[in-house]
């Protein structure tokens, strides 16, 4: 079974500041990992994902996500807060060579960033 | 955003209406899907059709039908429904493949009174 993890419900950040925003998994086996983001009202827009290679990920609006196979884990990152990042956050997996299998998501971070 | 739409964008309906969600996507993708998102709780998958058959179905009531008449439309048709089935219902497309993004419709607010 696969699973993920956002171990903070809401994480608050002065802009300006770094951010982070994180989330572990468990799968049996190599995992695709996705970052998401839904602002009020609307639907999840995609960020960034880890297939294979750079364990760095680049991806929208300046966000960054650190594929950690040791320590399962797969945190989003921003170097600099902006007000217009508060959201709600969610990280997903799936197995590689899994034959489709739905994507699991987390509960979801919501993130505030304080002017 | 106007990759995948969905109509109508809210809803309101009592226990004994009829309704339907529509979801459309402009990506040429060949899987969608259907979610429910609630307040407090995870993202759920409710039904998954890859070229255009159904391929997973999460246990989701009756009273939720889903329809694929092309790989371009997805419905969500609904009949006496509960209060507890208040929610966002997102729509989301992707190309069949693992590693492949999913991107997701707006959503669709309804509220069952």
């Known amino acids: 079974a696969q699973s993920v993890a956002q171990p903070e419900d809401q994480v608050n950040v002065a802009e300006g500041n770094p951010l982070t925003v994180k989330c572990t998994y468990s799968?049996?086996?190599?995992?695709?990992l996705f970052w998401y983001v839904q602002y009020p009202n609307r639907g999840l827009q995609f960020l960034l994902k880890y297939i294979t290679g750079d364990n760095l990920v680049k991806g929208s609006y300046g966000f960054e996500a650190e594929f950690n196979k040791s320590q399962t884990s797969f945190h989003l990152k921003k170097p600099s807060a902006l007000v217009s990042d508060s959201a709600l956050y969610f990280c997903?997996?799936?197995?590689?060579?899994?034959?489709?299998?739905?994507?699991?998501f987390g509960k979801g971070t919501r993130l505030s960033v304080i002017a | 955003e106007t990759g995948v739409t969905q109509t109508p964008r809210h809803l309101v309906m009592g226990m004994t209406n009829k309704k339907s969600l529509k979801c459309e996507q402009h990506?040429?993708?060949?899987?969608m899907y259907w979610y429910k998102q609630s307040a407090k709780k995870p993202l759920e998958l409710m039904f998954v059709y890859s070229l255009e058959e159904r391929v997973e179905n999460n246990s989701v009531p009756s009273r939720f039908s889903p329809e694929c008449p092309n790989s371009s439309h997805l419905f969500l048709h609904l009949h006496t429904l509960q209060p507890e089935d208040s929610a966002l219902y997102l729509c989301?497309?992707?190309?069949?493949?693992?590693?492949?993004?999913?991107?997701f419709g707006p959503g669709t607010r309804l509220l069952v009174l």
């Open positions: 989301a497309s992707s190309q069949l493949a693992e590693q492949e993004t999913q991107y």
């Open positions: 997903a997996v799936r197995v590689s060579y899994s034959g489709n299998t739905p994507l699991v």
């Open positions: 990506l040429g993708h060949n899987a």
């Open positions: 799968v049996s086996g190599n995992p695709y």
